[in-house]
């Protein structure tokens, strides 16, 4: 398959219209998501919005960087009249009145938005399990996760329903399916992209960014959908960086961070060698490998899973059966409130819910949340201290391959330390990326590159040299 630069020049030359692009897509689509259940539904204009590009196009208009690219959100993204469930049940018939931030970006660029992707509930979890609609499956063996929360969104890009699908990532939902399935997954800088639009889950966490077949393309999408925005009072005035179209592919001289606490006990063997095989590519090519230390990372995960649990208890208060949403009546009002959300929100919804109304209660704030608030801080000092010695940080993005559809859905715990390698980048602020590095039993590894606050151009740099020498991004299930 194209990729979207590719897509986006051809009809701008002429060569081919939109409406062919996007058809192909939906026939894709068609044959094979009911094995997948990747998407949860598409849209019935994307034709009609194919054939207005390909008219400006012919009439001499400048259609936009994405001019006539298929594209796919995450179930948690607005568009307007469209179905926005989340992935939960609560909000099954939901139709959003507004578009996101992100969905105008887009469209303001050309592209063709041609459906919704599954995701787990409300963006809960590390396998695409937890969706009120049913697993999405990994394309390269149907009987495994493809990772979460937006797994759809990179079992998309994986088999070809579209050249470049968004996810949100507020503890690796976006670097982890993208590792486990094969593409590139990026994770901005916490404020560069807005998200007015998206489903809340963690407020100071939570950021959109893309998958896709290439670093190229991860880029061109992040240089359309970045920016400040008075919806979002997250959002940094003058952070907006120009990517340019040709990335630098020289690593010579770059320095390339190690961490020894992400090498250590509980990784998978298979998955130690494969990423450290693809740092000893960059070292080949010149640049400087350097080990460091982040201390304070084995708290990350300790930590994440008391900030975001109380932020989303904060966040989801919003559905309780009588302002919007999924309502079962009680006899009482206090019985509408149980009913209606013991009803709407799943099992992993319900125990996030619980964890963090606990942590931030009477007796146990100070305790937990507060605590959790500290180690956060130190997260970021390690990281502000490792960036003052080297330009990325090499480090896995899973410790594992993806796993079998089942076998950590009742162990929370197990499921959880999916995450430890991604949620650092979160609790700092900092951008991260998943790119393809190898197969272990013919399933994909992923090698994840962290960067400094708004500095995503060292982050390209370093993953476009890495696929201008290796053919792992080429390769499809």
């Not at 692009?21 to 034709?47: P, S």
């Not at 990179?154 to 329903?161: E, K, L, N, P």
């Not at 050249?163 to 404020?191: E, H, N």
Request: hydrophobic fraction near 40%; charged fraction near 25%; charge should be negative.
């Amino acid at each position: 398959m194209d990729t979207a630069i590719e897509m986006a020049r051809d009809v701008r030359e002429g060569k081919r219209s939109s409406e062919e692009i996007v058809q192909e897509c939906l026939d894709r689509i068609e044959g094979g998501n009911e094995k997948l259940n990747a998407l949860l539904g598409t849209f019935d204009d994307a034709l009609e919005r194919a054939r207005g590009i390909d008219e400006r196009r012919t009439a001499g208009e400048d259609v936009g960087p994405l001019g006539g690219v298929p594209v796919i959100l995450k179930d948690n993204m607005l568009v307007k009249g469209e179905r926005c469930t989340a992935g939960s049940r609560i909000l099954e018939n939901y139709d959003a009145p507004y578009d996101a931030t992100v969905t105008k970006r887009l469209r303001a660029a050309g592209a063709v938005l041609i459906g919704r992707s599954n995701c787990d509930e409300f963006a809960m979890g590390s396998s695409t399990e937890n969706s009120h609609y049913g697993p999405t499956r990994n394309p390269w063996d149907t009987d495994r996760v493809p990772g979460g929360s937006s797994g759809g969104s990179a079992v998309a890009v994986a088999t070809g329903f579209a050249p470049l699908a968004f996810g949100s990532d507020t503890g690796g939902s976006i670097r982890q399916p993208a590792s486990l399935c094969g593409v590139v997954g990026l994770k901005p800088t916490y404020g560069r992209v807005s998200r007015h639009g998206l489903v809340a889950l963690a407020s100071s966490l939570d950021q959109i960014g893309p998958f896709a077949r290439t670093v190229e393309d991860a880029a061109l999408a992040l240089e359309v959908i970045q920016g400040d925005d008075p919806l979002d009072a997250t959002t940094v005035a003058g952070a907006d960086a120009s990517i340019p179209e040709l990335l630098e592919r020289d690593v010579k001289g770059m320095r390339v961070g190690v961490p020894k606490e992400y090498f250590l006990e509980g990784m998978d063997e298979d998955v130690r060698r494969t990423v450290m095989d693809a740092i000893a590519v960059y070292e080949k090519a010149g640049a400087n490998i350097v080990e460091i230390s982040l201390p304070n990372a084995p708290y990350a995960l300790a930590s994440y899973y008391v900030v975001m649990p109380s932020e989303a208890c904060s966040n989801l208060g919003r559905f309780d059966g009588i302002r919007f949403g999924y309502s079962s009546e009680g006899s009482t009002l206090l019985e509408t409130y149980e009913r209606s959300r013991g009803e709407g929100f799943g099992p992993e919804v319900r125990r996030r819910i619980m964890l963090g109304t606990f942590a931030l209660s009477k007796g146990y704030a100070d305790a937990f949340y507060r605590k959790a608030l500290k180690a956060r801080t130190l997260i970021k000092r390690d990281f502000d201290d490792a960036f003052k010695d080297v330009d990325v940080i090499a480090t896995p993005t899973s410790p594992s391959v993806a796993w079998p559809i089942g076998e950590k859905f009742n162990d929370p715990l197990a499921m959880y330390l999916a995450d430890i390698y991604t949620v650092s980048a979160n609790m700092a602020t900092i951008p991260g990326m998943s790119i393809p590095c190898g197969f272990v039993n013919e399933l994909p590894v992923g090698l994840q590159l962290l960067g400094r606050t708004f500095d995503e151009y060292a982050l390209f740099r370093a993953g476009a040299y890495y696929q201008s020498v290796t053919d792992w991004h080429t390769r499809t299930p």
